[in-house]
């Protein structure tokens, strides 16, 4: 890959991305830019195997099916735990496309999509057209990003609007317009709106240490920005607005066990600030400063070890006092992720707003290697990365999921067809790798796709149960006395009814209902001496993360409970007294 890369003092030497793209050396990078896209939407019709899908999918159902775009509401309670936009967006979709998890992801993946796009125009504004591409195809292989758009949550929300709203801010820094004025205050409410006010940090320091570390402070109290924080507090209102009808004005509902509680101020502080120092009505005590240090090694996979090189050589020339071209990167990036490390609630997927940073970051050394024709670091770790990432799958095959060997044998025999397209082109080593690198990414994340999820979903009864029902009992009311995941209620035709097992015994009705119970129900029942009929039993996987016992087919059913489709019973009848 040939060096076009400029700095944003020489624009006029851009040329059109396409012409890199189509062009015929270009090729394998255009090929493997497709596949890194397609993986990113494979994943779209997978149904839910975490919790989290099925209870926003609800709560955004119960928005339409309600036609109450104002309050959130699950199981017919208040719910105070997330802000409103993505709810709102799922909702739009579930109008327009029907419920369901297409629908329910789609709007997601197009806000991801959004990430891509902004992580593209502001690497060519700061490093020129082949840094860019390069910052892409890492953003698109990083391996957490690609599991997020599978099992979607708030997270390609905030990366598509906060990347957006850094975009345009960036441009209003170098010169006013209206158009990044209000893009970027419009994107910046809707992180906001979609995570809380702490999202203000990722997005402001980009911009003030950009000024600070280039010595223009003085250019931090333009009035550009007064209006900029103006305009972003104006599209925030629907959130404060909504909080306050349905909670506010409402002191005397029940809210985190208590009355009383403000949703304004939940929203303003303890929705995240709260729950990162532990002082919120969301508590958690167990995190580590080095969480997340750890942790990206493996979500920013096969990144993970040049992101911290790059981060190292950054720091390292900003110690030097080395002018960078930009320091919106490190600085968006940067105070967040620390902010993340020292806070006590941490979550594996809460970096995942910072990828597209890092992945600027990242392109910027990987670049500069393959610029060079120079970097033995670079092949070591990203040879050893792919080769043992590739060993490890094809022993993962023979213990996980050994009948989908002939999947799984067309999954690498691609993955071998592409390596030999890349190399056959005579490009320099190190342009291979990066590229050989996005392709075993790639192949993995197929095997998840094609053959991990599905094994997982073949052990989740909260989906198998609804699907029985909704075969099976179409026009029956279900009833749920135990926890189950939300993917039940979700996917379950039918209004889904949640209630003790003491309500259903007492109730003539509900006992005639088909109802759901786990193994433990099952037992408290048996030992009560109360008589029913099992319709279905189902195997029950509870975990969202791999353990090994589920890993080894033959140690699988060790990790399972269980879960029962049920009818009680009819009562006996009662003997008729003579002469009544």
């Not at 926003?56 to 105070?80: C, H, K, P």
């Not at 906060?162 to 004025?181: C, I």
């Not at 995942?352 to 992945?359: A, G, Q, T, V």
């Amino acid at each position: 890959m040939n060096s076009t890369a400029t700095s944003n003092n020489n624009p006029q030497t851009y040329s059109p991305g396409y012409q890199h793209l189509f062009s015929a050396e270009r090729r394998p990078f255009l090929l493997v830019l497709i596949l890194g896209i397609a993986i990113n939407l494979a994943g779209i019709c997978t149904r839910f195997f975490t919790d989290d899908p099925g209870l926003y999918g609800l709560i955004a159902r119960n928005m339409v099916e309600s036609g109450n775009f104002s309050n959130l509401v699950f199981q017919g309670t208040d719910w105070l735990d997330k802000p409103h936009f993505p709810f709102w967006m799922i909702a739009i979709s579930f109008k327009l496309f029907g419920v369901n998890t297409v629908a329910y992801k789609l709007p997601a993946l197009l806000f991801y999509f959004m990430s891509v796009v902004y992580t593209y125009k502001l690497g060519k504004k700061l490093y020129g057209i082949e840094t860019a591409l390069i910052a892409v195809l890492v953003l698109l292989t990083a391996q957490h990003t690609i599991m997020s758009n599978t099992d979607v949550r708030a997270e390609p929300y905030i990366m598509g609007l906060l990347m957006g709203s850094v975009y345009h801010f960036y441009g209003l820094k170098e010169k006013f317009g209206w158009r990044d004025l209000l893009l970027g205050s419009l994107f910046a409410g809707c992180a906001v709106m979609t995570k809380g006010i702490y999202l203000l940090i990722p997005i402001g320091f980009a911009i003030i240490g950009d000024y600070i570390f280039k010595g223009d402070v003085k250019s931090l109290f333009r009035w550009r920005w007064v209006m900029a924080v103006v305009l972003t507090a104006i599209f925030v209102l629907p959130e404060i607005y909504t909080l306050y009808q349905q909670f506010d004005l409402h002191p005397e509902k029940i809210v985190f066990h208590r009355k009383g509680v403000s949703g304004i101020k939940w929203f303003l502080w303890d929705s995240q600030f709260g729950r990162f120092n532990s002082t919120g009505y969301i508590k958690r005590s167990d995190g580590s400063i080095f969480f997340f240090l750890h942790t990206l090694l493996w979500a920013f996979a096969p990144w993970g070890i040049l992101l911290y090189v790059a981060v190292f050589i950054t720091i390292k020339k900003m110690v030097k006092r080395i002018a960078l071209p930009e320091y919106v990167t490190i600085s968006g990036a940067g105070l967040m992720l620390l902010i993340f490390s020292i806070s006590q609630f941490q979550l594996p997927f809460y970096t995942n707003i910072l990828f597209p940073f890092f992945s600027i970051i990242t392109a910027v050394y990987i670049h500069s290697v393959i610029v060079k024709n120079k970097g033995k670091f670079f092949k070591i770790v990203q040879y050893a990365i792919t080769g043992i990432l590739v060993v490890a799958f094809i022993a993962l095959n023979f213990v996980f999921s050994p009948e989908r060997f002939v999947v799984f044998s067309l999954i690498t025999l691609g993955l071998v067809i592409l390596a030999w397209y890349i190399y056959s082109k005579g490009q320099s080593v190190y342009y291979n790798l990066f590229l050989l690198t996005c392709c075993v990414a790639i192949w993995l994340n197929a095997y998840f796709i094609a053959i991990v999820y599905p094994t997982i979903l073949r052990y989740k009864a909260e989906v198998l149960a609804s699907d029985y029902v909704n075969q099976n009992y179409p026009g029956s009311t279900i009833v749920v006395v135990c926890e189950i995941p939300n993917a039940f209620p979700f996917y379950t035709q039918k209004r889904v009814y949640v209630t003790s097992i003491s309500e259903v015994l007492k109730t003539p009705v509900e006992r005639k209902s088909v109802i759901l119970i786990d193994d433990i129900l099952a037992a408290q029942l048996k030992d009560q001496h109360i008589t029913y009929s099992v319709i279905k039993e189902f195997d029950n996987y509870p975990q969202e993360n791999l353990t090994l016992p589920f890993i080894i087919e033959k140690e699988r059913y060790k990790t399972f409970n269980h879960y029962f489709l049920i009818k009680f019973d009819p009562l006996p009848n009662k003997p008729s007294i003579p002469g009544a």
